[in-house]
């Protein structure tokens, strides 16, 4: 039976339950809801929970160990037979997945019945032309071990199917009686509500921080990979970087770090400006409006704002810093700088510095500013020497996410700071960064498992511990400080 | 429990610090102070009383312009300190309020230092001339807060740091290094215990030897024990303005009777 319906099935049963509990919470306090523990609807909800989320649990699992389980048990018949490479053996695997995936569709349209495709003999009957009927178009002639490893294939998933589909609506029926059975007028449905929506949301924080170990892991694995076929002091001190041969990292750090800063020159200043403004002198009228017309910019996805450096803010800064250009110096030669993507980067990140600094700055009491008023100082005193102050540690944390997000950005640097990697000061030259060497080194034909591909783990590993130990250092900061003026 | 009657008549002769005539207050559509006209005299305690929501804190806070922050207020009428229209277009209400200074309900120090918290005012102001003049403030500041003894010690320590009271006269001590001619309370010890509140009635007593000190308190007892002249202030009105101790004991109006006797409020 497909998923959609054990869902449905259990969906009914859920609500069902919900119906039942509630009714026999209401008949067992007479009619009352005063005589009953909790709210009827806790009852109910209470006898829903308790038939969804055990079904639901074991239904996902078994979806997503069932062709894991059967492929090694398939894998083991074709290895029976002969020795084989890697890679023969995931092409034979997808043979037969192919193969099992046609009589599948046979039995579902009726054509075959199971007994009939368990007992088919590659030498007997001709299965190419009957998996072309049913769409699934094979290369070669099916070979009996192919043929037997799909019949065991489509048996393990009959069988498996079939008992998943009695556990989840046995699981689902069970769970639902037995929080109906226990609906009484002194049971606590409240309190067992309360503790399975606790657990779910439990359940929801782990999922977010699993995902950030299973991440870390994955790259580590690569990265352990890669410094195996590339020594770690040419990548972490090389400082040339050609993408093949030459895998220093420094180079890109380089260019990684002076974008960024310029970036976050552009956005600071911007940013905070904009923030105090909104926040201590705009009327409300104006911040109603500006406030979210900041935030536009927000919104606006990052290869629009790679478009922009390309063809709007490269060529300006070229034709006033390029040969014979406004200033008359010839210091840019092309429209691709480091400069370029600073800049527009800095502009990405105004909405971002100027958000995160309005609410902080906000969340400055107003005792505070009264205080300093009262005592005859200006308002631009009272921000600078009072309001700032009580902010800073705010603000930096601000900054110091913002940070973040100029060293992982990529799309503007593709499009805006070229491609050469380089250690340079001059900020009109092109250069490159950490994540966009990652998505080249890994788009290109080199071969996964060599160090060219591999070295984009070694980068991002890198990328990421820069950026955590930033994210890690802004929280210090802001924790740190937080209840200083309470 | 009252002052006795010879401090009351030596008070009375005194100047007139701040006088308003026909003062409306308006937050947005509500009409919040309805023509008070009151005379605050120099170098005495004058407390406002009256229930939550009678337009005390508010009428304060006209006294320095502190309602200017609040966008939808509206003040109409004259305001005269040193019979001058402090309302005018040519004041500037920053120099106002150096002049006229406010401590608030809750103890609001800085996120700085002892010392820097008392040295703000006079830092912003120039008025002093050096590092050994501005210490010199400093120490005369948190003098006159009642508070130097305690933190002496330890000048370069978080204002934050200290307890609740402290806190208080710190910030007291604060207003009081800008030296100012005025020195406006809203309810100073609201959020303190009594020893606290104590401490803070003997050093307002002490400041009315210097200053003009306006306090507005919830407390009846304080309002006895620490003025000279009260204000008695009903839904926006100005019920009765007199001598305390003839307020507390022989009101003219009965709404003045039934709240100091507990019948209203």
Not at chain 1, 32 to 61: C, E, W
Not at chain 1, 84 to 110: F, N, P
Not at chain 1, 400 to 406: D, E, G, T
Not at chain 2, 85 to 114: C, E, H, T, W
């Amino acid at each position: 039976m497909p998923n959609l319906w054990i869902l449905i099935i259990i969906g009914v049963v859920a609500v069902m339950g919900f119906v039942g509990a509630r009714q026999r919470a209401l008949s067992s306090g007479q009619g009352d809801i005063r005589n009953l523990h909790s709210l009827p609807s806790f009852y109910g909800t209470n006898a829903m929970l308790a038939g969804l989320i055990p079904s639901l649990v074991v239904l996902a699992l078994w979806t997503a160990f069932q062709p894991l389980v059967i492929q090694s048990s398939v894998t083991h018949i074709i290895e029976a037979d002969q020795e084989l490479s890697d890679g023969q053996l995931s092409l034979a695997m997808t043979d037969v997945r192919r193969i099992a995936t046609g009589l599948e569709l046979a039995i579902e349209t009726g054509r075959l019945d199971l007994n009939q495709v368990m007992d088919m003999r590659a030498d007997v009957t001709d299965v190419r032309p009957l998996l072309g009927e049913m769409g699934v178009a094979v290369g070669s002639d099916v070979t009996p071990r192919d043929l037997d490893a799909a019949q065991r294939f489509v048996a393990m998933a009959q069988t498996g199917n079939l008992l998943k589909t009695v556990l989840v609506i046995a699981l689902s029926v069970l769970g639902t009686a037995f929080a109906f059975v226990r609906t009484s007028a002194v049971f606590r449905a409240r309190n067992a509500v309360e503790r399975v929506t606790m657990a779910l949301l439990i359940a929801a924080a782990s999922i977010a921080i699993l995902t950030t170990v299973g991440i870390v892991l994955s790259m580590i694995v690569n990265t352990v990979e890669f410094f195996r076929l590339y020594p770690a002091t040419d990548f972490f001190f090389g400082t040339r970087w050609n993408g093949t041969s030459q895998l220093g990292v420094l180079p890109l750090l380089w260019g990684t770090l002076y974008i960024s800063v310029i970036a976050l020159i552009v956005a600071v200043p911007i940013g905070l400006f904009a923030a105090i403004y909104l926040s201590e002198y705009a009327s409300p009228a104006v911040r109603s409006f500006a406030k979210p017309a900041l935030e536009v910019l927000a919104g606006i996805p990052t290869i629009v704002y790679g478009l922009f450096a390309l063809l709007t803010v490269g060529p300006f800064l070229l034709r006033v810093f390029g040969s014979g250009g406004t200033f008359g110096v010839d210091w840019m030669s092309g429209a691709t700088a480091v400069i370029t993507a600073g800049v527009v980067m800095g502009i990405m990140l105004i909405p971002f510095v100027s958000s995160l600094s309005d609410d902080i700055i906000n969340a400055v009491p107003q005792a505070m500013r009264d205080g300093s008023l009262g005592l005859g100082a200006t308002p631009s005193e009272t921000i600078k020497q009072v309001v700032m102050p009580a902010a800073l540690p705010g603000i930096v944390g601000a900054i110091l996410l913002a940070a973040s997000r100029a060293i992982g950005e990529t799309m503007i640097v593709v499009l805006g700071a070229g491609a050469a990697a380089r250690l340079s000061m001059n900020p009109f030259e092109a250069m490159t960064t950490v994540t966009t060497r990652i998505v080249s080194q890994l788009t290109g034909d080199a071969d996964f498992t060599s160090a060219q591909a591999l070295v984009a783990f070694a980068l991002g590993m890198t990328l990421f511990v820069i950026t955590l130990a930033l994210n890690v250092f802004a929280l210090y900061i802001v924790r740190k400080y937080r209840e200083q003026y309470d | 429990m009252y002052d006795e009657p010879a401090l009351e008549s030596k008070v009375t002769n005194k100047d007139i610090k701040i006088a308003a005539r026909n003062v409306q207050v308006f937050y947005g559509d509500t009409h919040a102070i309805k023509d008070v006209n009151v005379e605050i005299q120099d170098k005495t305690v004058t407390a406002f009383i009256g229930p939550s929501g009678c337009g005390k804190s508010t009428f304060l806070r006209c006294l320095n312009r502190m309602n200017d922050t609040i966008d939808i207020c509206r003040v109409e009428g004259d305001i005269l300190l040193d019979s001058e229209d402090i309302y005018d277009k040519r004041v500037d209400p920053v120099q106002l309020r150096a002049k006229v200074g406010m401590v608030f309900q809750k103890p609001n120090p800085f996120p700085k230092s002892i010392y820097d918290n008392v040295a703000y005012g006079p830092r912003i102001h120039g008025l002093a001339k050096n590092k050994s003049d501005l210490d010199e403030i400093v120490e005369k500041s948190l003098r006159r807060g009642a508070i130097w003894d305690e933190v002496k010690d330890r000048l370069h320590a978080p204002g934050t740091g200290l307890s609740g009271g402290q806190q208080q006269r710190l910030c007291i001590a604060r207003a009081v290094a800008t030296e100012p001619e005025v020195l406006l309370m809203d309810e100073p010890c609201s959020a303190l215990d009594p020893i606290a509140t104590g401490q803070v009635e003997e050093l307002i007593d002490e400041l009315r030897d210097s200053y003009s000190v306006v306090i507005v308190t919830h407390s009846m007892q304080q309002a006895a024990r620490v003025s000279q002249k009260t204000a008695f202030f009903h839904l926006g009105n100005l019920v009765e303005y007199g001598e305390t101790s003839q307020i507390f004991t022989n009101p003219v109006d009965s709404r003045t009777e039934s709240y100091i006797t507990g019948r209203i409020g």
